[in-house]
């Protein structure tokens, strides 16, 4: 059992919107702004998309976009494109200075 | 560009004790504020964080696993490791290093591409 919830699939249609949240506790997400989300690609090593909760590094397409209410953040791909067809990860520091990860989603496609 | 890549064994025998070592190349593990990890992904499954050592030398591990765990650094040869023993099927999975850098996104910005590790007879 994973330490952050997320659902296991998700699918939309090309040019539609997602969101996939990521519930944890007050020891970690709602407490820290260190929460990230990653993307996974089929046999390759995860990638950051999204830090401190909202913001973007260099080179990543403005249709990703990470949110928190409380315990629960979120990460929005608009205009779905056929290449975000992949798993999504978030992770976040908790308290004792560890990092927690969310047992991933995958998205399709349609 | 700073580059990370893994290496060890690929099949273990239940009861032994993994080693794999991750070297850093465009960098000095020993300069900056980064939490240099390890994370595992069993087959189809999700991330797990194994445990990190910052430039410090000072540890933190998944309490799920810190008994059989060890990670260190030896900045003479620019690498860090990973020492897991009494090995089991469970252990099987795809075992990742990565950088956290926690000066500039308090994530994981760098990862190698990743080593597989069976455990079998």
């Known amino acids: 059992q994973s330490a952050l919830a997320q659902p296991a699939s998700v699918s939309r249609s090309p040019g539609q919107s997602i969101t996939i949240s990521c519930t944890g506790t007050?020891?970690?997400?709602?407490?820290?702004?260190?929460v990230s989300w990653y993307q996974q690609y089929p046999g390759k090593a995860p990638n950051l998309i999204i830090f401190?909760?909202?913001n973007r590094p260099s080179g990543i397409s403005s249709r990703f976009s990470g949110s928190r209410s409380g315990n629960t953040a979120s990460l929005t791909i608009s205009g779905l494109q056929a290449e975000d067809e992949a798993s999504y990860y978030c992770?976040?520091?908790?308290?004792?200075?560890?990092?927690?990860f969310g047992g991933g989603t995958k998205v399709t496609v349609l | 560009q700073v580059q990370l890549q893994e290496s060890g064994p690929g099949l273990v025998k239940p009861s032994q004790t993994l080693s794999l070592t991750c070297n850093v190349f465009?960098?000095?593990?020993?300069?900056?504020?980064?939490?240099w990890s390890w994370i595992r992904q069993p087959a189809g499954k999700g991330l797990e964080w194994i445990g990190r050592?910052?430039?410090?030398?000072?540890?933190k591990y998944n309490a799920a696993l810190k008994s059989r765990v060890t990670i260190s650094s030896d900045m003479s040869k620019n690498q860090f490791s990973l020492r897991l023993s009494s090995i089991t099927a469970a252990d099987t999975a795809l075992y990742f290093c990565?950088?956290?850098?926690?000066?500039?996104?308090?994530?994981?910005?760098?990862w190698g591409q990743g080593t597989m590790v069976i455990v079998s007879s």
């Open positions: 990565a950088r956290y850098d926690f000066n500039n996104f308090d994530a994981f910005d760098i």
């Open positions: 465009g960098d000095s593990i020993s300069s900056g504020n980064f939490y």
């Open positions: 050592i910052h430039t410090s030398g000072s540890t």
């Open positions: 007050s020891s970690d997400v709602a407490t820290y702004k260190y």
């Open positions: 401190e909760v909202n």
């Open positions: 992770s976040s520091y908790s308290s004792n200075s560890i990092v927690v």
